[in-house]
C-alpha cells in the first residue's frame, strides 16, 4: 500500500492569490497575483511626534497592520529592534466579515479574512521570539477555520491551549437560537521547546489543598509518583518502569534496596502496570521529595510512593480553560472603563477589551520589560495595560480616527498617571514612560493594464527611504550622495534620470572597498556603461522595472 502524499491544510478560494489595501482607513482589498510589486512592497514607517520619557520604548503605528508588520520585519533599523524579539502578540482581529467586509459576497469575505489573517500570522510568527506566545481572541464566526490556520502556521506541536471567554455574563439576546456569552482565545508558540508561560496565579492557591506539615511546619500535600494517565505503560515508556525501595514505616525511598524496605512497581488501581511521572536520574537526583505509605487500594493493602509538593510563597495553581468575567472582566466592564476615561466625548468603542484580561495574558506571558504587540489596537487596551505592566509595546490600528479619539488620548493619559482605573491600583501604576507615534508611507507603485509605474508619492526622502527599505539597506541619514548602506555596498537613490555626471559623483564619494548600487527613475546607457568601466561589480537598476521579478505583473 503507498503512503499518501501532501499534509493537512485548510484550502480557500484565493488562497494562491495576495491582497493589497484599496481604500486607506478601511478593511477594503483587492485580490493581486503574489508577484505584484504592491502586495510585498515595505512602506516607510514614518514618525510623526514623540510624548513622554523614552518615546522610543513604544510605537503606535496608524495605517494597515499587513504594511506595517512587513516593515518591522523587513526595514533594518526596525528589524533590528523588533525581529525575532516580541514576546507576546495579542491579535484581536474583526470578528465578523459580513460586517468588516461589506463589499463581498459571503464566501469571498470569508476567503478575504482567511487570506488577511494569513499574511498577518506569518508575519507575526517572525517577529516572535522564540519564547513567545500569540493570543488570538475570536469568536465563533471563525475560530475553528483560525484554529486550522494557526495549526498550519505554526504547527499543531506549537499549539498551547484554547480558552473559553465568559465577555457576555447575560448572553447575547439577538443570537437566534442560543444567547451566546463565551468568545475564545487560541493560544500558540513559536517554539513549544523553548517557551516559558507561566500557567497558573497564586491567588488562585487554597491552604486547604496542602493538608499536611513537615517539621519546620510547612504545609505540603502528597502527589502520587505515579503517572495517571493509562496511555503511558511499560511497553511504551520502558524509562519510566523502574522499581524503587520504600520503607512505609519512615516514608523513606531509595532507588536501591535498603533494610526495612520493600520493593514496589508502579501500577494502576486495578493492578495493571503503569509508569512512574520522572525517569530514574532523575528521581536519584530528587529522590528526598519521594515519600512512602500504606495505601487501601482494590488490589488490597500494599505500598505506594508519592510526591512531597510544598507550599511556597511563588506557589500558584494551574488555570483552567474557562475564564468567566468576574474574574477577567466582561464587556461591560470594558466600556465603563472607556467611558471613565472619555466622560466628556460622547464617544464609545463597541467592541473593547476589559483591562483585567490583558493583563492576565501579559502576567502569564511576559516580565517587565519585554515586547508586547497588538496589530489590531482598537480602543488601546493591550498597549494600556502594557504600559501601566512596564512592558514595552507596538501597537498598530488601521483606523486614524480610533488613534486620535481613543488610544492616544489614553496612553497620555497614563503616561501623566491621570488614568486612575482598570489595572492602575493593582499594578501600582504612578505614571512615567513614553511613546512615538507614526504613519505608515503610501504606495510607490501603481499598476495600470498590467503594467507598473511609479505612483505621485516616490518623491524625494520618502522615495529614497522605501528604495532603502524595499532593498533591504540601512539608512544613512545625513550622508552626502549615498542614502543607505549594506555590508559593503552603498546605496544611492536618484530622483530622476542618473547620466554620467550622477555616476561620477557616486564614484567620488564612494569610498575604498565599497560597491555602488544606483537606483534611478531614468538610466542614459552611455551612465549603465561607465559605471560598469569604473567600478566592476556596482550596479545601477532602473525603477521600477528592474526593482522586480521581470514579468512580474504581465
Known sequence: MSK??????????????????????????????PTDPRASEVKPIRITSTYGENPGDNLLITGDSGDALRSLVAVPEWADKYRGKVQMVYADPPYNTSQAFDHYADALEHSVWLTMMRDRLTLLKTLMSDEGTIWVHIDDAEMPYARVLLDEIFGRQNHIGQ????????????SKFFARSHEYLLVYCKRAEKVQLRTGLAEDVSLHDYPERDHEGTPYRLIRFRNTNKRFTPAN??????????????????????????EVRPIFGDGSPAVWRWGKPKAEEQISELHARIVNGREGIRTDVFQIDKLHMDKTKKLRTIWNGEAVGHIDVAKSEIRTLFPDSGQGFDTPKPEKLLARIIALSTDEGDIVLDCFSGSGTTIATAHKLRRRWVGVELLESTVRTFIEPRVKKIVDNHDLGGVTEASSWTGGGGYSTAVMSPSMYEVLDGEIYLSENATNETFA???????GYRLTVGAPVFCGIKGRSKLAVIDGVADENV?????????????????????????????????????????????????TVK
Not at 480558552?163 to 439577538?174: D, H, S, T, Y
Not at 527611504?465 to 532593498?471: E, F, N, R, V
Open 4 to 33: 499518501p502524499k501532501g499534509r493537512l491544510e485548510l484550502t480557500w478560494m484565493g488562497k494562491d492569490q495576495a491582497l493589497i489595501s484599496s481604500e486607506d482607513g478601511k478593511y477594503s482589498y483587492d485580490w493581486v497575483d
Open 163 to 174: 480558552i473559553v471567554l465568559e465577555m457576555n455574563p447575560k448572553g447575547r439576546q439577538l
Open 237 to 262: 515508556r520502558p524509562n519510566l518502569a523502574y522499581p524503587v525501595y520504600a520503607n512505609p514505616t519512615t516514608g523513606e525511598v531509595r532507588l536501591n534496596p535498603f533494610d526495612g524496605a520493600t
Open 465 to 471: 527611504t522605501a528604495i532603502a527599505g524595499q532593498l
Open 503 to 551: 555616476i561620477r559623483a557616486v564614484l567620488q564619494n564612494l569610498g575604498d572597498g565599497y560597491k555602488a548600487l544606483v537606483v534611478a527613475k531614468g538610466v542614459l546607457p552611455e551612465a549603465a556603461q561607465l559605471l560598469r568601466d569604473l567600478s566592476s561589480g556596482s550596479r545601477i537598476r532602473l525603477v521600477p522595472e528592474d526593482l522586480f521579478a521581470k514579468g
